[in-house]
T-cell receptor, first 112, second 112 residues
């Protein structure tokens, strides 16, 4: 079945440093979504990428979808303490495998 | 107004008991889901309903039985609770298709 691998599992940074989490799928995806879960909270939708090679930005966050639509990344520039949380990618397969599969998430902690 | 609300927020019970978690969404979405998040934060889909009909039923013990009385509600009943059922259970809804998920605040179930 479809698998979505996400690395790293944990990342600790100093405030102001950059952060990147990577997502890889075993199969070609029709689209990929990113969610953020604050400690003790629930996952909140950030963005969806659909097109091959797509790049989207939200302030300090940059999201990329690979040319082959099998990988994606989330990059945060100059992290702040408010960025703390677990970031999940979730890939949707194509054809009969239209299910949304979540990666295991990357827990980001930021030292002020 | 909370878009996806689930009750209770916390549930502590003993092994062998039967319990229910309720979920309601006021977003007018057609599709609702139950996800289980274990202690390692892995989000795994359990069930998905579209307009009251079951469309996804992952490999979940038949002690878990979802019920959707209407498209705004999706409840989860668990029989004969086991220690391994301890987790946070999230309800979510979406408009279907490629639409993002809107999660409830979660129910932390602890089985002793």
């Amino acid at each position: 079945g479809q698998q979505v691998m996400q690395i790293p599992q944990y990342q600790h940074v100093q405030e102001g440093e950059d952060f990147t989490t990577y997502c890889n799928s075993s199969t070609t995806l029709s689209n990929i979504q990113w969610y953020k879960q604050r400690p003790g909270g629930h996952p909140v939708f950030l963005i969806q990428l659909v097109k091959s090679g797509e790049v989207k930005k939200q302030k300090r966050l940059t999201f990329q979808f690979g040319e082959a639509k099998k990988n994606s990344s989330l990059h945060i520039t100059a992290t702040q303490t408010t960025d703390v949380g677990t970031y999940f990618c979730a890939g949707r397969g194509g054809g009969s495998n239209y299910k949304l599969t979540f990666g295991k998430g990357t827990l980001l902690t930021v030292n002020p | 107004d909370t878009a996806v609300s689930q009750t209770p927020k916390y549930l502590v019970t003993q092994m062998g008991n039967d319990k229910s978690i309720k979920c309601e969404q006021n977003l007018g979405h057609d599709t609702m889901y139950w996800y289980k998040q274990d202690s390692k934060k892995f989000l795994k889909i359990m069930f998905s309903y579209n307009n009251k009909e079951l469309i996804i039923n992952e490999t979940v013990p038949n002690r878990f039985s979802p019920k959707s009385p209407d498209k705004a509600h999706l409840n989860l009943h668990i029989n004969s609770l086991e220690l391994g059922d301890s987790a946070v259970y999230f309800c979510a809804s979406s408009q279907g298709g490629d639409s993002p998920l809107h999660f409830g605040n979660g129910t932390r179930l602890t089985v002793t």
